[in-house]
Nanobody, 133 residues
Framework: QVNLVEYGGGSVQVGGSLRLFCSYS????????MGWFREAPGQEREGVAA???????TYADSVKGRFTVSRYSPQNKLTLQMEDLQPDDTAMYYC???????????????????????????WGRGTQVTVSS
């Protein structure tokens, strides 16, 4: 059984930093995509960062250069280091892993957050990030 739990969210001022954490378990397949998505009230869930089995990463344009996704395999932890946070970054952040053989980080973040495709991934319950000016 795949399980993911996010934590580390909070409230920060514009320009501040946060690091999100995701503890995962039960990911036994050899090829997968992991990453972070976010969802603001009334908006669709959007992918922000992905990391593949080989360690390669993909970022949404909106966060590129500010966010860094990392995976620490011995601890089964996924992190999202967020820098220079902006009000538009305010959202519930979810960590996720696909349900099988994902090999494209771009596809993962562009597609898997959409309502018709969310069942293709496992999801945590989310951690809230609020950025205020």
């Amino acid at each position: 059984q795949v399980n993911l739990v996010e934590y580390g969210g909070g409230s920060v001022q514009v320009g501040g930093s946060l690091r999100l954490f995701c503890s995962y378990s039960g990911v036994t397949y050899n090829k997968y995509c992991m990453g972070w998505f976010r969802e603001a009230p009334g908006q669709e869930r959007e992918g922000v960062a992905a990391i593949l089995t080989d360690g390669s990463t993909t970022y949404a344009d909106s966060v590129k250069g500010r966010f860094t996704v990392s995976r620490y395999s011995p601890q089964n932890k996924l992190t999202l280091q967020m820098e220079d946070l902006q009000p538009d970054d305010t959202a519930m952040y979810y960590c996720a892993v696909d349900r099988g053989d994902c090999s494209s980080g771009s596809t993962f973040i562009q597609l898997y957050g959409q309502p018709g495709f969310q069942d293709g991934a496992y999801w945590g319950r989310g951690t809230q990030v609020t950025v205020s000016s």
